[in-house]
């Protein structure tokens, strides 16, 4: 009886931590989050879906369409701008909201977008920091899905190696990025030969959104406008290279 008594204490205690921890969890993401600027979250609210995505509509039509994983514990309505550029250009842009604003516990999300618009030829994926990693490993796990990645401050994780695979890759960094480090020339072992950097002078990891300063990150030496702008550039090559 005594040994019951113990074994059920024991289970109660793991229970309880298990509780504990998963409550000290769901409330650090809520805490550690980065709120979009009010101007790109009412931005967001005018493009947002029934299916909780926002989805920025070019004037025309078009054959060419983005998916975006946003970055770890950042409001997802904070890229709206960006996306809204890419847009401007001819690129119909899907931000997808994640889980707990954690691309991990939604690697797969990109299904869904495709399977809405079956009218889309071409798709690029991609995504900021935990947002671009991901992505990265939604491209290993669906190989034949999407023709392109792009890179926002972002690399795939050690164990994701994209270098024989055929599709077009484009990473983007600024020289100035607090966050991610000096990982991105040694990034490109795991990316298709070829693979541009595309670098960003004077950009910091946080100013492809809109949201306030990253902690860990460098102080941008340009505007988020023009560092937004030089994002919309290169997105706007690695699709044209799809054609």
């Known amino acids: 009886m005594k ?15 298990l509780i504990v921890a998963t409550v000290g969890f769901l409330a650090w993401t809520r805490i550690a989050r980065y709120p979009a600027f009010p101007e790109a979250a009412a931005l967001a609210q005018t493009a947002q879906t029934p299916q909780g995505w926002y989805v920025f509509q070019p004037a025309q039509p078009t054959d060419t369409g983005f998916i975006f994983y ?39 999300r990109a299904n869904d977008v495709l399977a809405a618009y079956p009218e889309i030829d071409h798709w690029i994926i991609g995504g900021h920091s935990l947002g671009g990693s991901m992505a990265a490993q939604y491209v290993k796990d669906n190989p034949t899905k999407v ?14 190696d994209l270098s024989q695979l055929p599709i077009d890759v484009a990473s983007i960094y600024g020289t100035l990025d607090g966050v991610a480090g000096d990982v991105f020339d040694e990034s490109l072992s795991r990316l298709p030969a070829g693979t541009p950097l595309v670098v ?21 030496t340009i505007s988020r406008e023009e560092q ?13 290279r799809l054609k």
């Open 70 to 108: 946003p970055g770890g514990l950042v409001d997802p309505a904070a890229y709206a701008p960006l996306m809204k550029s890419l847009a401007d250009q001819g690129i119909m842009s899907v931000i997808v909201p994640m889980p707990l604003d954690l691309a991990v516990f939604g690697v797969n």
């Open 200 to 220: 960003i002078e004077g950009g910091n990891h946080a100013q492809y959104g809109n949201y306030g300063p990253q902690a860990g990150d460098g102080v941008a």
């Open 228 to 240: 937004q702008q030089q994002t919309t550039t290169a997105i706007g090559e690695l699709a044209n």
């Open 3 to 17: 040994t019951r008594r113990i074994a059920r204490f024991v289970i109660i205690a793991l229970v309880a931590l």
């Open 147 to 160: 023709e392109a990645l792009a890179f926002l401050a972002a690399y795939p994780a050690a164990n994701v």
